[in-house]
């Protein structure tokens, strides 16, 4: 069938890259929108906390969901990496497709690493643990470790770099894009992707000059 013959081949696999780009994105401002009820204080974060978690399974099938488009992403990212390492005058005109040589895509397989190992020290810390401390208590406790607060930054920082050449190119990816339209879509791509982290830096620079502040 056509759709799956699609699918299977280059354009499709940027497609996929897209789909789960935009919906890995706009996780990433609902998850940043959450986590700054942290700048409103412990009472506000635990209450959000707690309204989150009282959805029930509506959580577990968004978290299947999220798990599944991070795994395609991953692995579709993978193939195309290595399918363009071999076809190097194509790696080129993807490249210059895609908007230009900018620091985010440059580094896109690298960084994409960097999320990776990131997620997983992240889902370490605050999934697959122990409820015996509030989230807020346990948010306070790993950022009050030098190392943790590092590693936290190299990640986010990696996450800064990947989404500032992500949110643009899904777009190009999904055929939104207009010689007129295009530095308007370039500037909001900017937009969300410093918002998004700026919100993840103040939260972890917040809590490093004042750790006692969640309790």
């Not at 780009?21 to 974060?45: D, K």
Request: hydrophobic share 50%; aromatic share 12%; net charge positive.
């Amino acid at each position: 069938m056509w759709c799956i013959h699609t699918l299977f081949s280059s354009l499709g696999k940027k497609y996929i890259m897209a789909c789960t780009g935009l919906l890995l994105g706009g996780f990433l401002l609902v998850h940043a929108a959450g986590n700054a009820t942290i700048f409103l204080g412990r009472s506000a974060f635990l209450s959000y906390a707690e309204h989150l978690h009282g959805l029930g399974p509506l959580i577990s099938i968004a978290e299947l969901v999220l798990l599944s488009a991070f795994a395609l992403h991953v692995v579709t990212g993978v193939i195309l990496y290595v399918r363009n390492r071999k076809a190097r005058f194509g790696r080129y005109a993807v490249r210059r497709s895609a908007g230009g040589q900018s620091w985010g895509s440059k580094t896109m397989p690298w960084t994409g690493l960097v999320i990776l190992a990131f997620v997983v020290i992240h889902l370490n810390n605050f999934h697959f643990t122990g409820r015996e401390s509030s989230i807020a208590d346990m948010v306070a406790a790993v950022l009050s470790d030098p190392l943790y607060t590092g590693l936290y930054i190299v990640g986010l920082t990696g996450l800064g770099l990947h989404v500032s050449h992500g949110f643009w190119s899904l777009f190009q990816s999904l055929g939104v894009n207009h010689p007129k339209y295009d530095r308007l879509i370039r500037v909001c791509a900017w937009l969300a992707c410093g918002l998004v982290s700026a919100v993840f830096f103040l939260i972890v620079l917040l809590l490093v000059i004042n750790s006692g502040y969640l309790a």
